[in-house]
């Protein structure tokens, strides 16, 4: 069953605009979640975690239990945040699944 | 090494041969993942481990995958019989436990042809 869904595959914004990329998960225990980011040639490392409500390089993310989203976001986008970013949930057993992934550009 | 670090990097197979794909976590991690990302998306979930014991195996395709960790460090992904659709990149990510935060490898691109 598919459990994080991410609705867009590209998203495009000019530098300086906000953005946010969705999320929606599925879940019917207590769920943890994070955003994941992959830069061009580099590994998969975590973002940010929804636990620590923290803002990771002007990203933030707040976690809607009402409407099962966990939508990223960020006021004023640079062109180095262009990247692929991927929503994540832990599960009660500790493993961890992934949704699509959507891959920003940010336009100068 | 201070990152989880997999080889092969790349790995180009007949179809029909067996493959076996190697994952060294980071150091006292419990946890390990295996993950295949097909092009364009995101990692499926394979298999978890937590030190030597496999607690999930939901994600395995079918019975030619088969996942160890025999000393809870090294992990071993094996794929039986390899057919083109299995074609991927395998990921493998570890954590310490509990903490929610994966490390990832670079991966292991696996090509049938």
């Known amino acids: 069953a598919q459990r994080v869904t991410q609705p867009e595959k590209l998203l495009s914004v000019f530098k300086g605009a906000p953005v946010e990329l969705k999320c929606n998960y599925s879940?019917?225990?207590?769920?943890?979640l994070f955003w994941y980011v992959q830069y061009s040639r580099q590994r998969l490392q975590l973002l940010l975690r929804h636990i620590s409500r923290e803002s990771i390089k002007g990203f933030t993310a707040d976690l809607n239990k009402g409407e099962t989203s966990f939508h990223l976001k960020k006021p004023f986008a640079q062109e180095e945040d262009s990247a692929m970013y991927y929503c994540a949930l832990i599960m009660d057993n500790n493993d961890m699944r992934f949704g699509a992934g959507t891959r920003l550009t940010v336009k100068p | 090494g201070a990152g989880v670090s997999q080889s092969p990097r790349y790995k180009v197979a007949k179809r029909g041969q067996d493959v076996a794909l190697r994952c060294d976590p980071i150091s006292g991690h419990v946890s390990l993942f295996w993950y295949q990302q097909a092009l364009g998306q995101g990692p499926e979930f394979l298999t978890y481990?937590?030190?030597?014991?496999?607690?999930?195996k939901s994600g395995l395709p079918s019975d030619r995958f088969f996942a160890e960790r025999p000393e809870g460090s090294v992990s071993t992904l094996k794929i039986q019989r390899t057919q083109q659709e299995d074609s991927a990149v395998y990921l493998c990510a570890s954590s310490l436990m509990n903490t929610g935060e994966l490390f990832f490898g670079e991966g292991s691109r696996l090509t049938v042809l």
């Open positions: 879940y019917s225990g207590s769920p943890e």
């Open positions: 481990f937590q030190n030597e014991a496999q607690l999930d």
